[in-house]
């Protein structure tokens, strides 16, 4: 069996509206809503991509940070914040965005609406352990794109090592409440 992030994109993909959501075009996927057992399927909102840059507001949360947490790697540690603080802060401010679901229920994973973020995925830390044995001294002046980055450990990493980075998320507010800080 192959491994399938479950995202049914068949059809023609066309712009169903010209909704914004966070300043971001919505393009719907409008493909037969009947495939096998003539189960209904969900459609896939689209959004464009959006560069988010460092501004005074994340180093302002950076510095009132909660808490930050540390993973060791022996000889150095990488900072992330801890994802519980996050939370709480969130839900202190009455936050209502993408990572509402994350702090409504117990699962890191809505399809289609939310995909995680909030938690470290231990192949993350895995990731990380392979490219310092492995890869290390190799990664300056790399160019390296990490995709659903959440906490960003391998991004932070490869930085570290002197590659420039760039962190993609499906949820904006992934990257401006856990990524950047």
Request: aromatic share 10%; proline share 2%.
């Amino acid at each position: 069996m192959s491994f399938s992030f479950n995202f049914d994109v068949g059809g023609d993909v066309v712009v169903k509206n010209s909704d914004e959501v966070n300043g971001s075009e919505i393009i719907d996927n409008k493909s037969d809503k009947t495939g096998d057992g003539g189960k209904e399927k969900q459609d896939i909102e689209w959004l464009c991509a959006k560069e988010q840059v460092l501004q005074d507001f994340h180093l302002e949360k950076i510095s009132c940070m909660l808490s930050i947490e540390h993973y060791d790697m022996g000889s150095f540690s990488l900072n992330f914040v801890n994802s519980e603080s996050v939370s709480k802060d969130l839900e202190s401010r009455d936050y209502s965005g993408d990572l509402t679901p994350a702090l409504s229920s117990s699962t890191d994973l809505v399809s289609g609406v939310y995909e995680g973020g909030l938690k470290i995925w231990e192949c993350s830390e895995d990731l990380v352990h392979f490219l310092h044995d492995t890869k290390g001294e190799q990664l300056a002046g790399m160019k390296v794109l990490e995709l659903g980055c959440g906490a960003a450990l391998p991004g932070v990493y490869c930085f570290k090592e002197g590659s420039s980075v760039w962190f993609s998320d499906y949820n904006e507010d992934v990257i401006n409440e856990v990524t950047i800080p």
